[in-house]
């Protein structure tokens, strides 16, 4: 399998709060995603800046994908849409209503 989507995703939340949501993605987000078995699925990072500014922590996520039809897969045909559960949007204090899409066009080495 080799990506060629990236779904790009940023999301902030409080000092306090920002163990909460890392759990929350590792412990429910991701794996629910990955039970999905979705095709074209390649895999993920989830990201936690060590910079904090105004109190908040950012996080960033970025899921592979073979092609667009994939993240179609995944998201329906709104797939810009950000995908936030309520656990998670319970602890986060903004974040992107939409994801962004960039097609990879090399890969170095």
């Known amino acids: 399998?080799?990506?060629?989507?990236?779904?790009?995703?940023?999301?902030?939340t409080t000092v306090e709060n920002a163990d909460a949501y890392?759990?929350?993605?590792?412990?429910?987000?991701?794996?629910a995603i990955l039970?999905?078995?979705?095709?074209g699925l390649v895999g993920a990072y989830l990201?936690?800046?060590?910079?904090?500014?105004?109190g908040e922590v950012e996080f960033t996520t970025i899921i592979w994908f073979e092609s667009l039809d994939n993240v179609k897969d995944f998201m329906g045909e709104d797939y810009r849409q950000a995908?936030?559960?309520?656990?998670?949007r319970a602890v986060?204090?903004?974040?992107?209503?939409e994801?962004?899409?960039?097609?990879?066009?090399?890969?170095f080495p």
């Not at 759990?23 to 429910?28: V, Y």
């Not at 039970?35 to 095709?39: D, K, M, V």
């Not at 995908?83 to 998670?88: G, I, K, L």
């Not at 986060?92 to 209503?97: V, Y």
């Open 1 to 12: 399998m080799r990506a060629t989507v990236a779904r790009i995703w940023h999301g902030r």
């Open 22 to 31: 890392q759990a929350i993605a590792e412990g429910e987000v991701f794996p």
């Open 35 to 39: 039970e999905r078995e979705i095709a």
């Open 47 to 54: 990201m936690r800046s060590n910079v904090v500014e105004n």
């Open 83 to 88: 995908h936030v559960p309520e656990s998670a």
């Open 92 to 97: 986060l204090k903004h974040f992107d209503s």
């Open 99 to 107: 994801a962004e899409h960039l097609h990879i066009l090399n890969r």
